[in-house]
Antibody
Framework: QVQLQESGPGLVKPSQTLSLTCTVS??????????WSWIRQPAGKGLEWIGR???????NYNPSLKSRVTISVDTSKNQFSLNLSSVTAADTAVYFC????????????WGQGTLVAVSS | QSVLTQPPSVSAAPGQKVTISCSGN????????VSWYQQLPGTAPKLLIY???KRPSGIPDRFSGSKSGTSATLGITGLQTGDEADYYC??????????FGGGTKLTVL
């Protein structure tokens, strides 16, 4: 059973870069069986997909965030990471990492989520 | 404004059936698989349906999914109070990104 756990600062200042890491256990990122995504949810609002990475390092990003987002993978640590630059209060949200199997469409495993607030 | 359109809320009595719609277009639902998620308060979403109509192991057959053209539907039968949650649809879009619906709050009266 794959488990995901987000980690990173809970408070980021405006204009700075938000950095989070997702640690995967119970499965190998480098297996090539999954895409690894970041998804966020502002309080009281819906889900917004941020982007994903494959074990090869290939990425896809939400066009609305593409200019500010970088997702990277560290197969040696079985982790993938999110960097979101030039943050504003609108980036305050719960950030989830999630896995999507290559063999079908759906996010089957999710982290518990981590709240990141953008405030001075 | 979400790319996929869901009703903000639906309600039904315990034991009854409810359906939740998800409307898109040919760039997303029309040409891609749809998945559905249940989100209980304060928790991460849980996959209910993948590839339009398939249930992961452990999801009861009270939950079903279907797709027709550019719309998809989640059905829940034998409603229970524990089904009260927010429900989201999601799919791939030709913009090379995942898109979600705005979510539907289910109330079991």
């Amino acid at each position: 059973q794959v488990q995901l756990q987000e980690s990173g600062p809970g408070l980021v200042k405006p204009s700075q870069t938000l950095s989070l890491t997702c640690t995967v256990s119970g499965g190998s990122i480098s297996s090539g069986d999954y895409y690894w995504s970041w998804i966020r949810q502002p309080a009281g609002k819906g889900l917004e997909w941020i982007g994903r990475i494959y074990s090869s390092g290939s990425t896809n990003y939400n066009p609305s965030l593409k200019s500010r987002v970088t997702i990277s993978v560290d197969t040696s640590k079985n982790q993938f990471s999110l960097n979101l630059s030039s943050v504003t209060a609108a980036d305050t949200a719960v950030y989830f990492c999630a896995s999507q199997p290559k063999r079908y469409y759906g996010f089957d495993y999710w982290g518990q989520g981590t709240l990141v607030a953008v405030s001075s | 404004q979400s790319v996929l359109t869901q009703p903000p809320s639906v309600s039904a009595a315990p034991g009854q059936k409810v359906t939740i719609s998800c409307s898109g277009n040919s760039s997303n639902i029309g040409n891609n698989y749809v998945s559905w998620y249940q989100q209980l308060p304060g928790t991460a979403p849980k996959l209910l349906i993948y590839d339009n109509n398939k249930r992961p192991s452990g999801i009861p057959d009270r939950f079903s999914g279907s797709k027709s053209g550019t719309s998809a539907t989640l059905g829940i039968t034998g409603l229970q109070t524990g089904d009260e949650a927010d429900y989201y649809c999601g799919t791939w879009d030709s913009s090379l990104s995942v898109v979600f619906g705005g979510g539907t709050k289910l109330t079991v009266l």
